[in-house]
């Protein structure tokens, strides 16, 4: 893809697959649907093709990306498993919840996958598309999510065609993703500790109940996607916990108050996180030059939604 032609889009079904690992086989670019959000994949033992997902989406080359795997002996071969990711992998692969550990030396993976580290962040994703696009393929993923970086990320494919139109080679359409924010980010450390770095869907309360301890702080270092301090950012001024707007704010609403766009006027909590992102988007392109959004209890996936916001207005 040079940027010259137009992006494909394909149907979600058996022919759109089929064309989709024509693209990725010849080291191109194509959006994808998973459960979370749709990502950009490239094979992720081609360098060539990996490179060309750090210059579409303009993503610095110290952020490392997540690699999609069909299923968890796929990832054996990548990563090295202890017990207690093989606990986490059979509590909640396929899923939302992505593991850091360390890379195998004979993974085959690009070096850029990782961004130098010795250690591969790497899930098992729960979409039927995604997976038999993987099966089909027969070779593991990189796809961070599918936008210009640092811009709102996309959960349908419309959104995908608003920041890279004409900077990849294909979108797979499969409709809205249904969980709408990224996934839970896990790093597994010597000694039998752990670390949250990315929230997300599955909770550090989930994992902690799983492990029978709390996470211990992260190292402060990029490690994983999802850690720039700024991020998901609708390119407006953003204010948080506002009860009502500013004249020239466009509320973004959740629960009783209403705001412009509600997140969810039934005050739940997952289905707020399934809306942020096609909020966010709807408000960048409201005539009002400030967005405003209201509060947001940081229970459960509450506090993936507010870690994006508060990034979102870094």
Partial sequence: MTGKNATETLPADAEGIARAV???ESDGLV???????????????RPEAVAKIYAAKGRPSFNPLIVHVADRAAAGRLVEFDDRAQR???????????????????????????????????????HPV?????????SPLAAPSANASETVSP????????????RIDAVIDAGETRRGVESTIVALREGGSWSLLREGPISAAEIAALFGREAVAASGSVEAPGQ??????????????AIRAEEDEFLLGFGSIAGDWSLSRAGDLAEAAARLYAGLHVAAEADQPRIAVAPIPDDG?????NDRLRRAAA
């Fill in 22 to 24: 024509a693209i990725l």
């Fill in 31 to 45: 959006a994808v649907p998973t459960e979370t959000v749709y990502g950009l994949a490239a094979r992720a033992d």
């Fill in 88 to 126: 986490l992998a059979d509590a909640f692969w396929p899923g939302p919840l992505t593991l850091v550990l360390p890379l195998r030396p004979d993974s085959g993976l690009a070096g850029a996958v990782t961004a130098g580290l010795p250690t591969l962040a790497v899930r098992v994703p729960d």
């Fill in 130 to 138: 995604m997976l038999e696009l993987l099966r089909r393929l027969g």
């Fill in 155 to 166: 959960t349908s494919a419309a959104h995908v065609r608003k920041t890279l139109e004409g």
């Fill in 228 to 241: 720039m301090a700024r991020h998901y950012a609708p390119g407006k001024p953003m204010r948080l916990d």
């Fill in 301 to 305: 996936i509450g506090r993936a939604i």
